[in-house]
């Protein structure tokens, strides 16, 4: 994945509500959670759920489905792996700062 294509994801985690709602969906793992139980965790009102929930479904980290009355609501673990792999992928493996030719080792 690119920058472009990363970037947004990172920017719908940066609310603390969805960051909140992300992190309870990862921790429900593949079974997920619908609206309802993920409102009364977090003690969120249903419209303002539904508007940060919108958020993260159109920066492609939570999946939606509809199982008769109720959302199911799951994180995209392929998502969530590309994330932390995008952010390490270089890890460690040093900045060069042009300086006397010298590469410096950032951990």
């Known amino acids: 994945m690119s920058e472009k ?3 947004p ?3 719908a ?4 509500a969805r960051l ?3 992190r309870l969906l990862v921790k429900a793992g593949d079974e997920g959670l619908n609206i309802g139980d993920i409102g009364r965790v977090l003690g969120l009102p249903a419209s ?5 929930l919108g958020t993260l479904v159109q920066a492609g980290l939570v999946k939606q489905e509809k199982l008769g009355r109720e959302t199911r609501n799951r994180a ?3 998502v969530m792996r590309d994330l932390v792999g995008f952010i390490t992928d270089e890890c460690c493996s040093g900045v060069d700062l042009d ?3 010298e590469t410096e080792k950032a951990c």
């Open 48 to 52: 303002t759920l539904s508007h940060h």
């Open 13 to 16: 985690l940066g609310h603390e």
């Open 20 to 22: 909140k709602i992300y």
């Open 76 to 78: 995209d673990f392929d």
């Open 5 to 7: 294509t990363i970037a």
């Open 9 to 11: 994801a990172f920017a």
């Open 99 to 101: 300086v006397a030719g």
